[in-house]
């Protein structure tokens, strides 16, 4: 009994000590902010001090081009083979010959392409599923959008399998060596997912020039790292007993690794693959302005000429692709696989055999009937018209409304914070962010937010991080605001949950281009503009965790609550709610990192962070200052990262559910 006390004792006496530390570091803050010009290196970055962190990866870059050009372009020409393949059979035709002697052979027919996409939607997810694919496809056809459609899925169709095979293998290493996975692919999979869009573009497009092999090798690496987690995932998850049976049976290591663990792994691996197709379709849209072309293309050159119709009509255009593509991924991934009952050749291939015919047969009769190659423009039909007309009259019978509401918000609300956030302290904030981490995770985790904050005050670019916070911090304190709420609704009924859920869905199969269109339209470029859209994008993790973590507390906890006599207020505060905060945390460090990531992309609204930074670096092809701030808006989600999950393993603990 007294040991118990003794070790309480430890643990109240070590948190008083952690409060004790933070609160000390807190107060050096104030003080520095108090006396900025009496402490003016601790409140801002002596210039002198810089690191030339820029300078030096400038100077790796342009060395790795002038002694490396001849390996990249040998690459490029390589990777070209496939593409310009898939170029082909979908969007432009093989071009055989010179001169009059010169013939094409048409690219697949846009019938037989649908026909396809139904065929996969009746059999793995029903007649709903195959619906949806065919009126997607179709919309594509007769919004007259099929050309550049099909070279974004040609340029999805080579880069997704890809980064699944990259992904598996490097997967299956994370698993066979937890050392691994733990030192170098964990690390380097965080920085991969939280290094902003643009900061990919910049070394493919110094080391690979602008071209479509630029934007697919920078897709590629965007969408790899979920492949990898679900492949580590997923055999991790495999149970022991069947493993053991893989043993009993004599598997050799590789019989085992192929025939066992990863048909095993299969549903989580699935999973895996939505995720890769999706954002490598996010990816293919950024990508465009390095020469991917496609409906990214179209939805750039619209919003530069302030096209607003045929900007809504790309964005559409490539939401539609998305929902088809997000919902065919996800029924494969939870289709259950069938005993193949028939023997032979064609009882194991015929649905690959029929949709071969069907793509082989449309083609041919293409050739005698040009209208299933490319419909005629009169039976087409644009939307574009009727977006501008919708938005030309939001904006005269709203105008006044709208621009008051984004003044009084940019005035009274985000300017003040902006200012707030630029006048942090460089060494106050470090303190304290590093005494949090020591609370929290104890010395490994301090030193980690220590090392990180500080390159991001030596980098030089203390106020535009601190500008990039501001926004980001908006952003996900306004979406938690919002989303929370929205998830306990779900929780609690049923009917709430079955009209939000298909919504949410929706929202996170839209590209985080697409958001910024409409909202550009109506609050114009600025802060407010890109808040708004982030709060759009950033949303989806706030509900879904929220409503997850409500429904997944034990009846028994429940149950025990109502025999004790809580009201259901009671119940919902002193139960509930205490123990789906873990998963509650989880969703606000979604939020955090989706809105990081989508502030960075509102640099093109006019927004002024790090996200200029990287967008000017990419404009000017200048390597060492776009990675850099890549870099620092990296290392800025890595810190809420740490921080937010290190808080969240301590609740598990304290309530034993670690």
């Known amino acids: 009994m007294s040991d118990i006390a003794l070790s309480t004792g430890r643990v109240h006496g070590a948190n008083r000590t952690g409060q004790l530390v933070v609160a000390g570091m807190i107060a050096i803050t104030a003080v520095i902010l108090l006396f900025p010009d009496a402490l003016s290196a601790l409140a801002k970055y002596p210039d002198g001090l810089v690191v030339p962190f820029k300078d030096w990866v400038g100077a790796f870059m342009a060395w790795l081009k002038a002694n490396f050009t001849w390996l990249t372009r040998s690459l490029a020409a390589a990777i070209d083979v496939p593409l310009r393949f898939a170029f082909s059979l979908l969007a432009k ?59 974004t899925l040609a340029l999805i169709a080579i880069c997704v399998p890809f980064c699944i095979v990259t992904g598996l293998f490097l997967g299956i290493w994370g698993h066979l060596s937890p050392r691994a996975n733990r030192w170098f692919i964990a690390p380097s999979l965080d920085l991969m997912q939280t290094m902003p869009t643009f900061a990919y573009l910049i070394p493919m497009l110094l080391l690979f020039g602008a071209s479509p092999v630029s ?13 990898v987690r679900a492949t580590i995932l997923g055999l991790n998850k495999v149970p022991q007993e069947i493993k053991d049976f893989a043993d009993m049976a004599g598997c050799t290591k590789s019989q085992k690794l192929w025939r066992v663990l990863v048909p095993s792994a299969k549903p989580s691996l699935m999973i895996g693959v939505n995720q890769v197709i999706m954002l490598a379709l996010n990816m293919v849209i950024i990508s465009s302005m390095i020469g991917a072309g496609g409906l990214g293309y179209d939805v750039l050159l619209a919003l530069r000429a302030l096209k607003i119709g045929q900007a809504m009509e790309a964005g559409l255009a490539i939401v539609i692709m998305a929902v088809v593509l997000d919902r065919l991924s996800q029924a494969m991934a939870h289709k259950r696989p069938e005993a193949v009952i028939a023997a032979g050749f064609w009882g194991r291939h015929s649905n690959t055999v029929l949709a ?23 039976l087409t039909f644009t939307t574009a018209p009727y977006w501008k007309a919708g938005v030309d009259w939001i904006t005269i019978n709203f ?62 670019l203390w106020v535009p991080a601190m500008q990039t916070l501001y926004l980001c911090g908006v952003s996900a304190l306004v979406a938690s605001a919002l989303g929370i709420p929205i998830g306990l609704w779900c929780s609690r009924s049923d009917r709430v949950s079955a009209i939000v859920t298909p919504i949410i869905d929706t929202l996170q199969t839209i590209p985080s281009f697409c958001f910024i269109i409409p909202v550009v339209m109506l609050f114009r470029v600025g802060d407010v503009t890109a808040m708004i859209a982030t709060v759009a994008f950033s949303i989806v993790p706030a509900v879904r965790y929220t409503n997850h973590g409500i429904r997944q507390v034990p009846h028994q906890l429940i149950e025990a609550g109502i025999v004790s006599g809580c009201t259901k207020w009671q119940l919902f505060r002193r139960v509930q709610l205490p123990v789906a905060m873990p998963e509650i945390m989880l969703g606000i460090n979604q939020t955090i990192l989706l809105s990081l990531s989508m502030i960075i992309i509102c640099a093109m609204v006019g927004t002024r962070d790090l996200g200029q930074e990287v967008f000017k670096a990419l404009s000017k092809a200048d390597a060492g200052r776009g990675i850099v701030a890549g870099l620092v808006i990296a290392f800025i989600g890595i810190i809420a990262d740490r921080l937010i999950t290190a808080w969240v393993n301590r609740m598990r603990e304290r309530r034993g559910t670690a």
């Open 399 to 460: 105008f006044d409304t709208i621009e008051t509401m984004r003044v009084f918000v940019l005035l009274n609300f985000l300017n003040p914070l902006r200012a707030s956030f630029e006048a942090l302290p460089w060494f106050g904030i470090l303190l304290v962010l590093t005494a949090v981490g020591w609370r929290l995770g104890g010395w490994g985790l301090a030193l980690v937010i220590a090392v990180l904050t500080g390159f991001c005050a030596t980098t030089g």
């Open 356 to 378: 071969i015919g069907m793509l082989l047969g449309s083609t041919v009769l293409s050739i005698a009937f040009p209208a299933m190659n490319k419909l005629p423009d009169s």
């Open 215 to 227: 934007a697919l090798l920078a897709t590629g690496l965007f969408a790899t790292p979920p492949m």
């Open 93 to 151: 035709g093989f071009k055989f010959g010179n001169g009059e002697t010169a013939w094409t052979l048409p690219r697949l027919s846009w019938l037989g392409v649908t026909a396809v996409m139904v065929w996969l939607g009746f059999n793995f997810g029903g007649l709903r599923l195959a619906v949806l694919c065919g009126l997607g496809f179709l919309a594509l056809v007769f919004f007259n959008v099929w050309d550049n459609s099909m070279l």
